[in-house]
């Protein structure tokens, strides 16, 4: 958090004197909800500055047979990602990611496996153009009432014989 609060900082997004409000509560913030509304105009939407470094990539695929795959840390969110896997767990971890966009659309063709999605605050997953077959589904509900939407995650496609969870 305090990284991406000084980026901003750097590219000119915050002020001397708003970096250092932001840093006072990111320090002294005791849940994940007290520090979402820290960042959650600080990453690059259509039309605004982008976060210093490293650019999201328009699409990612990812095509695994077997094992698993993991997404964790800083990664940057892309706009798309396009995930066939077969028989493999999938984990995206959102927790800590750049997030530069308002959505991420999913398209998925999995068979067996799982699909894990560890979600922050104000985060919404939306799995209604997912068509799913002997499989199980499990998204919590939206962010909690008075945290600001940070990403909508959009699931298309279809799953068969796995798990896709949401948590």
């Known amino acids: 958090m305090v990284d991406i609060l000084r980026v901003a900082a750097g590219d000119g997004r915050l002020t001397a004197g708003e970096l250092d409000e932001h840093l006072e509560a990111a320090r002294s913030a ?38 698993s795959v993991v997404r964790s840390g800083g990664w940057i969110v892309p706009r798309r990602l396009e995930l066939r896997a077969r028989w493999c767990v999938v984990t995206l971890d959102f927790t800590t990611a750049v997030i530069t966009h308002d959505t991420l659309d999913i398209k998925m063709n999995m068979r067996g496996g799982s699909l894990v999605l560890v979600t922050g605050p104000g985060m919404v997953v939306d799995a209604d153009e997912l068509s799913v077959r002997y499989a199980g589904v499990s998204i919590r509900p939206a962010a909690e009432p008075g945290v600001p939407a940070t990403l909508g995650v959009h699931l298309a496609g279809r799953i068969r014989y796995g798990r896709i969870e949401a948590r």
């Open 30 to 67: 005791r849940t994940l909800g007290e520090l979402a509304p820290l960042t959650v105009d600080l990453g690059a939407r259509p039309g605004r500055a982008g976060l210093a470094g490293p650019r999201a990539k328009g699409v990612i695929r990812i095509g695994q047979h077997g094992g």
